[in-house]
C-alpha cells in the first residue's frame, strides 16, 4: 500500500506519520529526513543540498527521485506512507512511472490544511528527540517530563535550521506554488482525502484512522 502525505510545512504530516508507524506496519519515507540524513553524515549529495534547504527552496527533482527510486529498490517492506514526496508535478509523473515497473500505484493521498497562521507557531514552537526523532512543540505537544524525550528517554533535543519565520515564509511559498499541480493530478484520480489539519492531533489521528478503514487498507 503506497499513501501520501501532503501539506505545508508544520502541518502535522510527520506527527501523524510516526503515528502510524508505531501501531501498523507501515514504513514512513520523508524525503525532507532523508536529505538531512545526507547533510548530518557530510556526503557529497549532503553538500549539495545543504544550502538550498537553508533557503527554504526545493532541491533538484532529480535528486529526490533517485533517492526513492533507491528506498523503493532497497526497502523489504511493502506498504509506504510518503511524506514531503511528490512536491511537484515531475515528481508524481516519476513516481507513477516507477511504481507502475514495480507493480504498484498510490492508493491514497492525505492532503493536510491548516491556516498560515497556526502553521507559523506550530514551525516556531517545533524541536526533536536527537536520539529517536520523536517530534514536539513548546506550545502543543510538550515531553511529559521536561526536558526527556517521552519515547526514548534522551535529553538531547535539536530544533531545525530551516524554522525560522523568514525561512518559512519561503518554504510556504515554493509549496504552494507548486502543490496545486500535484493536488490536481491525484484529485483527477480521485484519490485525495482532505484534513482539517488545524485540529488537535488525537482527532486527525481518528480521521486519518478512519478512511483507512473505510477504505479496508487496515483493520
Ligand atoms: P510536518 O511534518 O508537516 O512539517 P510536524 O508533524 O513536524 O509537521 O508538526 C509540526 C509541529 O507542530 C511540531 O512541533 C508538532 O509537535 C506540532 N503538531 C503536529 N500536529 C499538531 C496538531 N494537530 N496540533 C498542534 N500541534 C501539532
Ligand atoms: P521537510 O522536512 O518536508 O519540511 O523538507 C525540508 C526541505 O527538504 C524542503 O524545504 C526542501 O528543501 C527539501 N525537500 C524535502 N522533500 C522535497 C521534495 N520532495 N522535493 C524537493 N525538495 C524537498
Redesign the pocket.
Known sequence: MIFIFFGP?GSG??TQAKYLVDNYDFAHI????L??HEIEKQTVLGNE?NT??ES????P?KI?IDLIENVLSTSENSNFIF??????LN?ALAFDALLSVKKLKVDLVFNFDVDKDLLIKRISGRFSCASCGAVYNDTFMKTVVEGICDKCGSYEFFRRK?DNLEVFKK?VE?YLKEIKMVRDFYRNKNLVKDIDASQAAELIQIEVKNSLIQSGFII
Open positions: 510545512p504530516k510527520g520523508s524525503t525532507g529526513d536529505l538531512r543540498v538550498i534547504m527554504g527552496a526545493y532541491v527533482d529526490v511524506d514531503g514526496y511528490p512536491r511537484t515528481q530551516d518554504r515554493v
